[in-house]
Structures are given as structure tokens and as C-alpha cells.
């Protein structure tokens, strides 16, 4: 049977790839999974997947889980009812994306689906997975291959498609050190999201042939490129039609992509789509919180200062402290009369600060000289419990 819409279509095992360690994250990852992290106040990174798969209709969906498995299981269990977590069988590792499917045969082979969707759990989007498949389905693709332009000076950390008139693949760059662009866009690459739907059987037959045989283990260095020119590969460009744009896609796999996802959240740009929550924060009359991310259970003390920040689930901001462009780690207590993000040489003695001059303070500070100049301002914050979506005050 062949689908020529978005309903109707032929079933679908969906898996999430949640088992990165996240290294150029860290030291958020030190106790977490990246998928794990807390994002724009209200919600986890692995949310925007998941959320993308129930509106998409999925009912057959597994996150594969290593890195910090019980914390992320835990989180999905509570928030995303129904779903399995699946980490490595015991005394095995997922030795890379493509092995994590590989080893998970046994879920596919039980549901028999016509398709199997891969998804990664640490992008923030808002996708309706019907439309890629239909499209797979519509080109009688063997591999779909969701992808979006990205300029090409920033290329070099993703996968780089070619394709011809028609969207079909003719060449793969894993994480190229010179990407080639696009046809008639020399400043504009087409990249891979990490989005595939492979036909069943093309899939089970590619993972036995590189998993198995351990030639390689992950999709995009192994998989991709053995289907190229004996497989029906193409491409699906995520774009807004009516705008002819790329719609909003972003990788967090840096510090830096990290804090400006969020900051894009504050300006409206970034998607806030799953499913609400309710916050809970204290900000304390006499303090000043303007651009910045409050997640639930934070507490701001009197007289402190927090610009462009991201205040992660359960920190306190001690009074008088003066908080700018930082990341304050999961339930860090800041003492009282604490600075940073105003002298980065300082601070990178003391913290992890990104190529742009983020700040991530990770654990409660060790009590230093107090600040003898404190700012005096308005009274502008106050205490509220905010409804999917992040506090912002000004």
C-alpha cells in the first residue's frame, strides 16, 4: 500500500537516540544526559522529540538511553506515560548511533513495521513526522533524509548533503572540514537533522551489513554513505512554504547553542511546544531579573542583579549578587554578594566560560571576598507561577 497524505500511512517504529554523553556541554553533563537538560525554564530537551512524536500520531516509540540512563528514564516515565527507555543489554555499550538501533533489532522485528523513523533527543523543533514520511512513501525512497540549509562557514559539525534537482542524494560529508554548498547558494550548505526513515527491510539489511560485519556503527560516517549510489536516498528540505525559509531547527551541542536557544525562547523565536507545566519561582521585590530564563523552584533574594542568564530548576541567587551572561547549574546556591560575567579573565579561573563568554557556574561557588558596590534598582521583580513558559522580567 502506498500513501499519498499525511493520514492513513503504513506503520512506523519511531527510535530516539538519547544516549549521547554531550562532552561539549560539559559541566552540564557532568551528572546528566544532554537530552536531560533543563530548557527554557519549563520544559527538557528531549521534550521537543517527544512532543514532535505524539502530534505526529506515533504510537510506536522507543528512547534509547546510556549515558545517565536512570535519570532520563526516570524523567520520561513521569512526563511521557507509555514509552520504553531501552539502554545498552547489560555488559554492552551502544558503540555509536547506528549501533543503537542495531542492538535493538529485536523491537522491530516484533512490531513488523513498514518503516522505522530515527530521531536524535537533544534538537529543538517542531516537526509533524507525517509529512516526511508521506514524502519517503510519495518518492519511493529507500532512505529519507530530513535536512535543512544552514550557512556554510558553520557546517563543519554536521552532515553535509548533495543532491540534484529532484532532492536526490548524490554525495554525504560527515562533519567536513571544507563543506561543499549548495547549487546556485554558495554561502548556504544542506545538512542533515539527524532525521531518517528508512524502508524496513533496506535498514535491517544496513545495519547487519556495518553493524554486524563491524565495519561501523554509526549513521551518518558508515550507514548514509554505503546507500548512496546503490540505494533510492533522498532528501526532505524542512522549510516554511509560505516563506520560502528554513523553519527553526537548532542543535544543542554546545555551551553556546545552548544559551542561544534559550535566549531565542525569550524572544519568541524558538518553539515552547510541549506539553505545559507549571513553574514555580521567587523573585524577591528589590532584585532585577531582566532577559533570562527562570526555571521552576528558583529563588532570587533581594538587591541581586540577573541579566541574560539561564537560572537552571532549583537555584537560589543569594541577595546582592550581580548575575550576567551565565549559565547557574541545576540547584546551585549562589551566596550572597556574588559577581561573575563581568570580568571573564576572573571568571575562567574559577569556571568553565564558551568561546562567546557564557559563564557556567555548576556547583555553589566557595564563599570569596564580598562585593563592596551594590546596585540599587527599582522594584521590579516579584514572586508568580508562570504557565509554560519562561520568566522574563524586565
Same mark, same amino acid.
Given at each position: 500500500m502506498r500513501a499519498t497524505t499525511t493520514t492513513g500511512l503504513p506503520t512506523t517504529q519511531a527510535f530516539v537516540l538519547a544516549g549521547g554523553q554531550g562532552q561539549r556541554l560539559f559541566p552540564l553533563t557532568a551528572t546528566r544526559a544532554k537530552p536531560a537538560l533543563s530548557f527554557g525554564g519549563t520544559s527538557r530537551i528531549i521534550d521537543f522529540t517527544l512532543s514532535n512524536c505524539l502530534r505526529s500520531k506515533l504510537d510506536r516509540v522507543a528512547v534509547l538511553t546510556q549515558y545517565q540512563h536512570d535519570d532520563l528514564a526516570s524523567y520520561v516515565h513521569q512526563r511521557w506515560s507509555g514509552l520504553s527507555c531501552r539502554p545498552p543489554a547489560n555488559g554492552k555499550r551502544y558503540r555509536g548511533t547506528a549501533d543503537a538501533v542495531f542492538q535493538n533489532l529485536p523491537v522491530i522485528h516484533e512490531a513488523t513495521p513498514d518503516h522505522v523513523l530515527i530521531l536524535s533527543g537533544d534538537h529543538i523543533y517542531e516537526m509533524d513526522y507525517r509529512h516526511l514520511i508521506a514524502r519517503h512513501i510519495d518518492t519511493d525512497a529507500d532512505l529519507t533524509i530530513s535536512a535543512i540549509e544552514h550557512p556554510v562557514k558553520d557546517a563543519t559539525r554536521f552532515g553535509v548533503i548533495e543532491v540534484d534537482e529532484s532532492f536526490r542524494v548524490t554525495g554525504f560529508q560527515e562533519k567536513p572540514s571544507v563543506p561543499r554548498s549548495?547549487?546556485?547558494?554558495?554561502?548556504?550548505?544542506?545538512?542533515?537533522?539527524?532525521?531518517?526513515?528508512?524502508?524496513?527491510? $533496506?535498514?535491517?539489511? %544496513? !545495519?547487519? @551489513? &556495518?553493524?554486524?560485519?563491524?565495519? /561501523?556503527?554509526?549513521? #551518518?560516517?558508515?550507514?548514509?554513505?554505503?546507500?548512496?549510489?546503490?540505494?533510492?536516498?533522498?532528501?526532505?528540505?524542512?522549510?516554511?512554504?509560505?516563506?520560502?525559509?528554513?523553519?527553526?531547527?537548532?542543535?544543542?551541542?554546545?555551551?553556546?547553542?545552548?544559551?542561544?536557544?534559550?535566549?531565542?525562547?525569550?524572544?519568541?523565536?524558538?518553539?515552547?511546544?510541549?506539553?505545559?507545566?507549571?513553574?514555580?519561582?521567587?523573585?524577591?521585590?528589590?532584585?532585577?531579573?531582566?532577559?533570562?530564563?527562570?526555571?521552576?523552584?528558583?529563588? $532570587?533574594?533581594?538587591? %541581586? !542583579?540577573? @541579566? &541574560?542568564?539561564?537560572?537552571?530548576? /532549583?537555584?537560589?541567587? #543569594?541577595?546582592?549578587?550581580?548575575?550576567?551572561?551565565?549559565?547557574?547549574?541545576?540547584?546551585?546556591?549562589?551566596?550572597?554578594?556574588?559577581?561573575?560575567?563581568?570580568?571573564?579573565?576572573?571568571?575562567?579561573?574559577?569556571?568553565?566560560?564558551?568561546?562567546?563568554?557564557?559563564?557556567?557556574?555548576?556547583?555553589?561557588?566557595?564563599?570569596?571576598?564580598?562585593?563592596?558596590?551594590?546596585?540599587?534598582?527599582?522594584r521590579l521583580g516579584r514572586t508568580r507561577g508562570a504557565r509554560n513558559r519562561s520568566m522574563n522580567i524586565a
Open positions: 549548495m547549487p546556485f547558494r554558495p554561502d548556504r550548505a544542506l545538512i542533515s537533522m539527524g532525521i531518517y526513515v528508512f524502508k524496513t527491510d $533496506v535498514l535491517i539489511r %544496513a !545495519l547487519l @551489513a &556495518n553493524c554486524d560485519s563491524e565495519f /561501523g556503527y554509526d549513521f #551518518g560516517h558508515n550507514v548514509i554513505p554505503s546507500l548512496i549510489h546503490t540505494h533510492s536516498v533522498h532528501a526532505h528540505d524542512f522549510r516554511d512554504e509560505a516563506h520560502d525559509t528554513p523553519r527553526y531547527w537548532r542543535d544543542i551541542g554546545t555551551i553556546d547553542s545552548y544559551y542561544a536557544a534559550n535566549m531565542d525562547v525569550l524572544r519568541g523565536q524558538a518553539p515552547l511546544n510541549p506539553p505545559p507545566v507549571q513553574l514555580h519561582a521567587s523573585v524577591c521585590g528589590s532584585s532585577h531579573v531582566s532577559h533570562s530564563v527562570i526555571s521552576s523552584a528558583v529563588r $532570587v533574594e533581594q538587591d %541581586a !542583579l540577573v @541579566a &541574560n542568564s539561564i537560572l537552571m530548576p /532549583g537555584v537560589r541567587i #543569594g541577595r546582592g549578587a550581580q548575575i550576567r551572561n551565565a549559565i547557574i547549574g541545576q540547584g546551585v546556591q549562589i551566596p550572597a554578594d556574588f559577581r561573575t560575567g563581568w570580568d571573564i579573565q576572573q571568571d575562567r579561573k574559577h569556571y568553565t566560560v564558551s568561546p562567546n563568554g557564557v559563564v557556567v557556574v555548576d556547583e555553589t561557588p566557595k564563599v570569596r571576598q564580598p562585593v563592596v558596590v551594590r546596585f540599587q534598582l527599582g
